[in-house]
């Protein structure tokens, strides 16, 4: 990987938000879930699907503050409109865990 400089660090904006509501994604490709997620007054809220059914059901992702990628164009995934982009790492079987942080935070709030 080449390096990058922190002005391009700045380009992805990454946020903090909770999740509001959580629906299966039956008709996905590969199995997953809809996510809604606020990030406050001033994005507001936005959605995502996400292949995370190892590890999550709906109902208990209600409340969870996860971190996304607020900035990229909104992508069709199947019948669903996709707004950002949630993040999680591969466990030791390369199923998705959700990144957020450990201690409850404001919604919208920026990483660096």
């Known amino acids: 990987m080449g390096d990058i400089d922190f002005d391009d660090f700045l380009k992805?904006?990454?946020?903090?938000?909770?999740?509001?509501?959580?629906?299966?994604?039956?008709?996905?490709?590969?199995?997953a879930i809809k996510l809604w997620v606020d990030f406050g007054d001033e994005i507001g809220e936005r959605k995502s699907s996400a292949q995370i059914t190892k590890h999550y059901d709906p109902e208990q992702l209600i409340g969870k503050q996860v971190m996304a990628v607020v900035n990229f164009p909104p992508r069709q995934i199947g019948k669903f409109m996709?707004?950002?982009?949630?993040?999680?790492?591969?466990?030791?079987?390369?199923?998705?865990?959700?990144?957020?942080?450990?201690?409850?935070?404001?919604v919208g709030g920026r990483m660096h």
């Open 12 to 31: 992805v904006d990454i946020r903090v938000g909770t999740v509001t509501r959580a629906e299966p994604y039956p008709e996905a490709r590969k199995p």
């Open 82 to 106: 996709s707004e950002i982009l949630v993040l999680g790492l591969p466990d030791e079987h390369g199923d998705i865990v959700l990144i957020g942080p450990d201690k409850g935070v404001p």
